[in-house]
């Protein structure tokens, strides 16, 4: 519990030192197009809210990221395929300041740079990720983990002991419905399936507003109606938010994405159309080790 509740209160600090800093900025931080934006404050008025500009990081002499170039779009919901070791984790890492690149430039909208910042501060800036394995409270409800990942000014207490603010208890329940939970909301997430477990990450993930999610590998070891149900949950979240999903899951890829970025030793090898990176010889070579 005291984890929890160090938690929390790490949390509310971090949100009273937003409200600090940006209480003389000319935007929100759901600020977007059209707006005259102060340093330090996510601007997107050139429509991408990412650009990674010829990153590579190598661990004892293997690049596993080379010259990397990619952007993503606002309210894009963009597909990374590649083979294993392709550098997709590795590239989430460096977004979310995980892992420092050895060159390269990694701007989150137009104005901040990501190499300034720590792995905490680019989390609190907006950018959300999911790892492969979930991650929730197993002895907390569904519930109570979501009040939990709730930022904004409430006590580490009030999520824990249900007393929420009736803002914060409606946000809750729109969560619950975005993510399949509605029903499970008095449950311990130790009781959920696999696949649920994945669903409340992100709607933990969710609670806290991220202008960008990163997803790594969202539907593995899911059931074929569990991908389902998760292909229809991040359809509702394009546009609202900018995410990057990797998966290897080919039909679940099929079911989401605009664009593919296909990523092989480091670096974009092809990106289109699932159709179109399918069809694409280098693609197909690198699929198939020849
Ligand atoms: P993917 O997610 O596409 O399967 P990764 O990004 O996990 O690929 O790994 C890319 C390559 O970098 C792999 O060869 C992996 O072994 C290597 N790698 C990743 N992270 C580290 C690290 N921290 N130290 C050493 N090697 C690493
Ligand atoms: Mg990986």
């Not at 969710?206 to 569990?226: I, K």
Request: aromatic letters at 4%.
């Amino acid at each position: 519990m005291k984890d929890l509740l160090e938690q929390g209160a790490e949390r509310y600090e971090a949100h009273q030192a937003r409200l600090a800093q940006t209480a003389s900025a000319s935007g929100d931080r759901s600020a977007s197009y059209g707006r005259i934006h102060a340093a330090g404050t996510l601007d997107t008025t050139h429509g991408r809210i990412l650009y990674l500009e010829d990153v590579s990081v190598s661990f004892d002499g293997f690049r596993a990221i080379n010259q990397l170039n990619l952007d993503i779009g606002v309210g894009e919901l963009r597909c990374i395929i590649g083979p294993n070791g392709a550098g997709k984790t590795t590239m989430m890492d460096i977004i979310t300041g995980k892992t420092r690149p050895d060159t390269g430039r990694v701007f989150f909208g137009s104005t901040i740079d990501l190499l300034q910042h720590k792995e905490s501060e680019i989390a609190n800036m907006g950018i959300g990720r999911k790892f492969q394995k979930p991650t929730v409270f197993e002895m907390l409800t569904v519930s109570e983990n979501l009040a939990l990942a709730a930022k904004g000014p409430k006590s580490p207490w009030a999520a824990v002991t249900h007393r929420l603010t009736p803002a914060l208890q409606e946000r809750l329940d729109a969560q619950l419905d975005t993510i399949h939970l509605q029903n499970h909301r008095h449950r311990l997430a130790g009781e959920l399936s696999h696949g649920q477990k994945q669903w409340l990450e992100i709607g933990m993930l969710l609670m806290q507003e991220p202008s960008l999610l990163l997803l790594d590998e969202p539907v593995a070891g899911m059931t074929d109606h569990e991908t389902e149900r998760t292909a229809e949950l991040l359809l509702t979240l394009k546009g609202k938010h900018s995410l990057m999903v990797v998966e290897h899951d080919m039909g679940f890829v099929k079911a989401i994405a605009d664009v593919v970025t296909v990523l092989a030793e480091g670096r974009v090898l092809a990106q289109g159309s699932l159709d179109e990176v399918q069809a694409n010889e280098q693609v197909i070579e690198v699929y198939l080790g020849r």
